[in-house]
């Protein structure tokens, strides 16, 4: 006899199409956040990828996500690399977590010479008949911090 899973229970959410569907959605709740990391010199945020300078990169991670999201929303998860392929611009990847009440995102941040872009690679979402790519906008969305106008 299997027990039904408890109302906190999270599960993860699978499917290329979700994710892919998921990953436009999520690139554009976080863009103001990229858009401030993204102030930062690269030479400056690659040195401390190459040096394993971690904790350098959380806090820059902090300080960028601060103006926009609830504290610890946004946070780097102890793990990056840059990518130097021959005939391709410079990329950094660094290792993200997204996290509020009910969703969970686990995403690769990727900062290249041409572009940047998010790549999902699991979402964690309260137990229910399905994800619903809806609730997740309304989740990266109550995660914001409110702008009430001065």
Same mark, same amino acid.
């Given at each position: 006899?299997?027990?039904?899973?408890?109302?906190?229970?999270?599960a993860?959410?699978? &499917?290329? /199409? *979700?994710?892919? #569907?998921?990953? +436009?959605?999520?690139a554009?709740?976080?863009?103001?956040?990229?858009a401030?990391?993204?102030?930062?010199?690269?030479?400056i945020?690659?040195?401390?990828?190459q040096?394993?300078?971690?904790?350098?990169?959380?806090?820059?991670?902090?300080?960028?996500a601060?103006?926009f999201?609830?504290?610890?929303?946004?946070?780097?998860?102890? &793990?990056? /690399? *840059?990518?130097? #392929?021959?005939? +391709?611009?410079l990329?950094?990847?660094?290792?993200m977590?997204?996290?509020t009440?009910?969703?969970?995102?686990?995403?690769?941040?990727i900062?290249?010479?041409?572009?940047?872009?998010?790549?999902?690679?699991?979402?964690?979402?309260?137990q229910g008949?399905?994800?619903?790519?809806?609730?997740?906008?309304?989740?990266?969305a109550?995660?914001?911090?409110?702008?009430?106008p001065?």
């Amino acid at each position: 006899m299997t027990e039904a899973p408890s109302s906190t229970a999270r599960a993860p959410v699978a &499917g290329p /199409d *979700v994710l892919a #569907d998921a990953e +436009r959605v999520f690139a554009t709740a976080i863009r103001d956040f990229i858009a401030e990391l993204c102030l930062l010199d690269g030479g400056i945020l690659i040195g401390w990828v190459q040096a394993a300078r971690h904790g350098n990169i959380a806090d820059l991670v902090a300080s960028s996500a601060e103006p926009f999201f609830k504290e610890a929303t946004i946070a780097y998860a102890d &793990g990056a /690399d *840059v990518r130097f #392929d021959w005939g +391709r611009s410079l990329t950094v990847v660094l290792d993200m977590e997204f996290v509020t009440e009910p969703v969970t995102v686990f995403f690769k941040l990727i900062l290249d010479g041409v572009y940047v872009g998010v790549a999902i690679q699991r979402i964690l979402a309260d137990q229910g008949p399905g994800f619903c790519l809806d609730g997740f906008e309304s989740a990266l969305a109550e995660a914001r911090l409110d702008r009430a106008p001065a």
